[in-house]
């Protein structure tokens, strides 16, 4: 019988997000089809290292390399997978879990492992910046300097990524793009520059609200300079999936497209940053990665208040980050003055 069993291979990245583990791990035995399946656990030992090991599984034709990480992760394991006959299943638990978001993987582990058991694979698109995958975002500029900050930060969670963000965006200044697509050559001044496979960044901030992961298309956004007065405007549209309609923003739709900058700089790719050169080549590769989705009606739909829902809730999380910035500032304040004393 067990020769008729598919296999599933979990890795599990120990130190994404925020979460431990081990509750998930507990859950395997429970849930996993004990009659469908035979699975095996393993544990990343470093940066690079479920590259690897996603690698050597799509090499013994496990049917299924199931991630447990955060996008990073996701973003190793995928890699490894493009082009095989091994899908690619996620139990979400990073800061931002931005590509199972945008596919609905639940959220909570259970959840997430009955998609697992289910078995339903769809096959998606995945994109390329200088030649590295990605299957969610990338982009240069802003975003992408506060994911250098936030992967040298020492502490996760999207609280520091938010104090970050709002730390940051006091100073930072937008810089001259000059974008080369198949229709032409656009210069933009641009705070940044975000490429969109999948809709969102992670926590439901729709960056690229109409990205879709089969349409052989990159959805592109350029954010142009602002001011403090539209960051409110700009906060309820991130999270309430109209972006797009904000006078600051141009969007467009290309298979690839070059970014020329005056100086090499970092970029990002799923979260992840990287120093590149001037030139930046991105561009959608269709088809090439099997993934294992829920069940039944897929569509980017979501109600009235679910909406709502995810906007109060990232400008609460906004609120404690900036509060919680105000009264770091302020600890440090009342240390240089105890001192004085």
């Not at 997978?81 to 996620?90: E, R």
């Not at 500029?141 to 020492?154: E, I, M």
């Not at 809709?199 to 350029?222: C, E, K, M, W």
């Amino acid at each position: 019988m067990c020769e008729n069993k598919k296999r599933i291979r979990f890795i599990v990245n120990p130190i994404s997000g925020t979460q431990g583990k081990d509750y998930i791990l507990s859950l395997l035995d429970e849930k996993i089809d004990k009659n469908k399946f035979l699975w095996d656990v393993v544990y990343t030992e470093r940066a690079g290292h479920a590259i690897e090991i996603a690698a050597l599984a799509a090499e013994e034709k496990i049917d299924v390399v199931v991630a447990i990480g955060g996008d990073g992760t996701i973003n190793e394991v995928g890699r490894s997978l493009v082009h095989t006959d091994t899908a690619l299943g996620i139990i979400p638990c990073g800061s931002g879990n931005g590509l199972a978001r945008h596919l609905h993987i639940p959220m909570e582990p259970r959840k997430a492992l009955e998609v697992i058991n289910d078995g339903v694979q769809d096959i998606i698109d995945y994109g390329k910046i200088n030649g590295l995958d990605f299957f969610c975002t990338c982009g240069v500029g802003f975003d992408a300097f506060v994911s250098l900050k936030f992967a040298n930060a020492g502490k996760r969670g999207l609280l520091t990524y938010l104090e970050k963000t709002l730390q940051e965006s006091l100073t930072y200044q937008p810089e001259t793009y000059e974008i080369d697509t198949d229709d032409g050559v656009y210069k933009y001044k641009a705070f940044l520059i975000a490429c969109g496979n999948a809709s969102q960044y992670g926590n439901n901030a729709y960056i690229t609200p109409r990205a879709a992961l089969n349409d052989g298309l990159l959805d592109v956004t350029v954010l142009e300079p602002f001011t403090v007065l539209d960051v409110p405007t700009l906060a309820f549209q991130l999270f309430n999936k109209t972006i797009d309609q904000n006078s600051r923003i141009k969007t467009f739709r290309a298979k690839k497209l070059r970014i020329r900058r005056s100086k090499p700089g970092v970029v990002h790719f799923d979260g992840d940053p990287i120093e590149e050169g001037k030139d930046v080549n991105i561009e959608i590769i269709q088809k090439g990665l099997r993934v294992i989705v829920p069940k039944g009606d897929k569509k980017e739909l979501k109600p009235v208040f679910q909406k709502a829902h995810d906007y109060v809730n990232g400008i609460k999380l906004m609120n404690e980050a900036i509060v919680d910035n105000i009264n770091h500032k302020n600890q440090k304040i009342i240390q240089k003055l105890t001192r004085k004393i």
